[in-house]
């Protein structure tokens, strides 16, 4: 996902959920690849951030919601690059 001032890169799972509280579940799994329904938070702002363990959510001004999920596994499941180019491994 990039946005104006950050990128995030996500390598595990993440779930969308839609403001009508629809729940969509993706994986980067080439055996569970599902459609994403990302397109219609094109150009919304994220209107807030809860992190929690093992999930990172966006918030959008329309209700809908992004939730990053990672684990305690071996493996890295996303970066997250700043303006600065900062890196933040999860």
């Given amino acids: 996902m ?6 995030i890169f996500v390598e595990g799972e993440l779930e969308h959920v839609e403001r009508s509280g629809n729940l969509h579940r ?3 799994d080439v055996d569970r690849l599902s459609p994403l329904f990302l397109h219609r938070l094109f150009g919304q702002k994220i209107h807030s951030i809860e992190v929690e363990p093992f999930c990172l959510s966006l918030a959008f001004k329309d209700g809908d919601i992004i939730r990053i999920l990672s684990d305690d596994g071996p493996y890295e499941c996303g970066q997250i690059y700043d303006r600065a180019g900062h890196l933040t491994v999860f």
């Fill in 2 to 7: 990039n946005f104006d001032k950050a990128r």
């Fill in 26 to 28: 993706h994986n980067t």
